[in-house]
């Protein structure tokens, strides 16, 4: 059983940044790909960034060059520091992992007002 709990969300002004926080009840080096997803009203959830164990990252196109995903695994923790916020980055933000499961966070609100 793996309890992921998202953290660090919040109201913004465009151009502002945050930082997002996932921290694991057990061992991050014990999961593979950690990542951050976002689900928008009326949209579909997507993802945002992800890491592997290895610390190997992807981004989704819409991110790229503005967020950045990292993970401590020290302190079993997962974070996505966002910067040049704009509007459209408006959302809940989960974080996931899979370990003979899906396991999903209960998110965290991200608003980033015009």
């Known amino acids: 059983q793996v309890q992921l709990v998202e953290s660090g969300g919040g109201l913004v002004q465009a151009g502002g940044s945050l930082r997002l926080s996932c921290a694991a009840s057990?061992?991050?080096?014990?999961?593979?790909?950690i990542g951050w997803y976002r689900q928008a009203p009326g949209k579909q959830r997507e993802l945002v960034a992800d890491i592997s164990s290895g610390g190997a990252s992807t981004y989704a196109d819409s991110v790229k060059g503005r967020f950045t995903i990292s993970r401590d695994n020290a302190q079993n923790t997962v974070y996505l520091q966002m910067d040049s916020l704009k509007p459209e980055d408006t959302a809940v933000y989960y974080c996931?992992?899979?370990?003979?499961?899906?396991?999903w966070g209960q998110g965290t609100q991200v608003t980033v007002s015009s």
């Open positions: 057990i061992s991050t080096l014990s999961l593979n790909t």
């Open positions: 996931h992992t899979f370990r003979f499961r899906n396991y």
